[in-house]
């Protein structure tokens, strides 16, 4: 009956152990999904801005096609646009 006792003592102690490594391997893996987290949103932030400049460049370019349309030259030799 000791002898029994004494293993489940010990096998009480590496549960133990077990669950302390599981508690501190779950913390980090709460901290590295914070971190992905906050990395995501600074990333989306980037794609948002850099979405938003490309459409602000678009527009203009348009806007500026509108005011000065592209004229073909004349020339056979030349196919090369003018603006004037």
Do not use: C
């Not at 029994?4 to 501190?24: F, P, Q, S, V, W």
């Not at 794609?47 to 602000?56: F, G």
Request: glycine share 2%.
């Amino acid at each position: 009956m000791q002898v029994i006792t004494e293993e489940l003592k010990e096998l009480n102690k590496k549960l133990d152990t077990l669950n302390t490594r599981m508690i501190a391997t779950n913390d980090l893996m709460i901290i590295m999904n914070d971190k992905l987290t906050s990395a995501q949103r600074v990333m989306l932030g980037f794609m948002v801005v850099s979405s938003a400049a490309t459409i602000i460049v678009a527009l203009k370019n348009i806007r500026t096609l509108m005011k000065y349309p592209p004229v073909i030259s004349s020339s056979p030799k030349e196919f090369l646009f003018y603006t004037k």
